[in-house]
C-alpha cells in the first residue's frame, strides 16, 4: 500500500481539476447565467453515479470490517462510543450557532412582515418534514426487505444489514471463503469508483455553473450578513472545537484538512458531502484507522454527526426570529435547541435535509412563523456547500477519535502520512492501490 514518494504533476492532479471545474463553473454562471442553469444535469448525474456505489461499498467495507471483529461486546462498544461524542459534538455546534446568532443578529432591522411572504414556496419543505419524526426515522432503520434497502439507498438500512451479515460470518465455520471475497468485491468496487471519480471536475463544473447562473450572486448581497455568520460560525467550529480535538488526541486538524483537501473540493463543487463517502472510508482506513471502526463510523455519522447542518439550523432559525421582529425568550430558544437536536438526526437522509429539518423544526414550534424560510431560498444553496464541507471534516475527525479511543489506530502511520513523510500511492481519485 505504501509507496515510495514520487510527485505527480501539479496540472495532471484531480485537485487542480477540480479547482479548474469550479472556476469555469463559476464564470460561466456570471457570464451567461441563462446558459449556465441548464449545467444542473452534469452536476446531479455525477452525485447519482457516486450513489448508486455507495450501498454496496457500504455493504461489503462493514461484512469484512465486523467479520473481522468477530465480538458483539466490541461492535456494541464501538457503536455507542460513536453515538456519545456524535451527540456531545453536534449538541455544541448547535450551541456555538445560538451563541453566535445572537451576537451579530444577522436579522435585525430587516423588519420583515411574515404575512405578507409567500410560503407557497416552501410548502412542499413542510410537507417533507411531517415524515421525519424521531419515531419514524428509528423504525425506518429497518428496511422492509432485504434489497429493499439497496434500492432505496437508505445508508443505515444498508448498515444495519451489514453488521448482521458481518457478525453472521464470523460465526460462521466456513466463513473465511467469504470474508475473502467481500473484501476483494470491496477493492472491485472502489476501482469502479476510480473510474466515476474522473468525472469530477465535469460534476463540480456543472453544479457550480447552475448554483451561480440559477441563484446569481446578486442573491447574496441582501443577505451576506447571514452568510457570514454561518461561514465564519462553521470554519471558527473546525479551528477551535474540531481544533481541540484533534490537539488532545494527537494531530493537527490542518494538516487534516490538506490530507482531505481533493474530497473538500468535490464537496464544494458539488455541495454534496455524499459525493465522497466512498473515497473517505478508503482515506481513513489509509491514515491508520482500522477497517471495522472506519465502517462504523463514517456511515452512521453521515446521520448522526452532522456539526455543519447544526450550526446552520440554529442560526437560521434565530434569523427568521429577528427578521420577522419575533420575539423569542430564553426558554422560547432553548426549546428550540432541543426540538433541533431531536430533528436533525435525520436530515442527511433527505435532498435538501436541513431545509426541510429547518422547515419541520419551526412548524413544530409553531412561535417562528414558518413563512420566513422564503427569505433563505435564493441562499440556502450557497450555504448548503459550508453545511456540507463542515460535516466532512467532522466525520474525519469522530472516526480518528473513536479509533483512538478504541486502540484501533495507528498513531505513527497516522503521523508520517500528516506530516508528508509517508506518501501514499493515490490514483487520480484518491482510492488506495494495493499492495
Known amino acids: 500500500m505504501d509507496k515510495p514518494p514520487h510527485k505527480v504533476p501539479f496540472h495532471h492532479t484531480l485537485y487542480f481539476r477540480v479547482i479548474t471545474g469550479i472556476v469555469l463553473g463559476v464564470i460561466l454562471g456570471v457570464v451567461a447565467p441563462d446558459f449556465a442553469s441548464r449545467m444542473e444535469p452534469l452536476g446531479a448525474t455525477f452525485i447519482k453515479l457516486i450513489r448508486m456505489m455507495i450501498g454496496p461499498v457500504i455493504f461489503f467495507t462493514v461484512v469484512t470490517g465486523i467479520a473481522s471483529i468477530g465480538d458483539l461486546k466490541k461492535l456494541g462498544r464501538v457503536g455507542l462510543k460513536a453515538l456519545l461524542y456524535f451527540e456531545v459534538v453536534t449538541t455544541i455546534a448547535l450551541c456555538i450557532g445560538l451563541v453566535v446568532v445572537n451576537f451579530i443578529q444577522p436579522g435585525v432591522g430587516m423588519n420583515v412582515d411574515a404575512s405578507k411572504l409567500d410560503a407557497k414556496a416552501i410548502q412542499s419543505y413542510a410537507a417533507q418534514g411531517q415524515h421525519l419524526s424521531t419515531v419514524e426515522f428509528l423504525t425506518n432503520i429497518i428496511p422492509n426487505t432485504f434489497m429493499g434497502a439497496f434500492s432505496s439507498g437508505e445508508i443505515l438500512q444498508i448498515l444495519l444489514l451489514a453488521i448482521l451479515i458481518g457478525l453472521a460470518l464470523s460465526s ?154 419575533t420575539h423569542l425568550t430564553l426558554a422560547q430558544e432553548a426549546f428550540l435547541l432541543l426540538i433541533l437536536m431531536l430533528s436533525s438526526k435525520g436530515s442527511a437522509a433527505v435532498t435538501g435535509g436541513g431545509f426541510i429539518t429547518l422547515a419541520a423544526t419551526l412548524q413544530a414550534v409553531g412561535t417562528v412563523p414558518v413563512a420566513g424560510l422564503t427569505l433563505l431560498l435564493g441562499v440556502d444553496r450557497f450555504m448548503s456547500e459550508m453545511r456540507a464541507l463542515t460535516n466532512l471534516v467532522g466525520n474525519g475527525v ?38
Open 172 to 325: 460462521f465455520e466456513h466463513g473465511k471463503p467469504l470474508i475473502v471475497s467481500c473484501d476483494r468485491i470491496a477493492h472491485l468496487l472502489f476501482r469502479v469508483i476510480a473510474i466515476i471519480m474522473q468525472a469530477a471536475p465535469i460534476g463540480a463544473f456543472g453544479a457550480m455553473a447552475f448554483t451561480v447562473g440559477h441563484y446569481g450572486l446578486k442573491t447574496l448581497i441582501p443577505l451576506a450578513k447571514l452568510m457570514a455568520c454561518v461561514y465564519i460560525t462553521s470554519i471558527a467550529f473546525v479551528a477551535i472545537v474540531l481544533g481541540a480535538i484533534a490537539l488532545l488526541h494527537g494531530f493537527s486538524i490542518w494538516k487534516f484538512v490538506k490530507y482531505i483537501r481533493e474530497e473538500l473540493l468535490i464537496v464544494l463543487g458539488t455541495s454534496s458531502s455524499e459525493s465522497v463517502l466512498p473515497r473517505m472510508m478508503v482515506k481513513m482506513e489509509a491514515l491508520g484507522c482500522s477497517k471495522s471502526v472506519v465502517g462504523l463510523v463514517i456511515p452512521s455519522g453521515y446521520s448522526f454527526n452532522l456539526d455543519g447542518t447544526s450550526i446552520y439550523l440554529t442560526i437560521a432559525a434565530i434569523f427568521v426570529a429577528q427578521a420577522t421582529n
Open 398 to 435: 469522530a472516526t480518528v477519535v473513536v479509533a483512538h479511543w478504541e486502540n484501533e489506530l495507528d498513531q505513527e502511520r497516522l503521523t508520517r502520512v500528516l506530516n508528508g513523510d509517508l506518501e501514499i500511492e493515490v490514483l487520480e481519485t484518491a482510492v488506495f492501490q494495493e499492495e
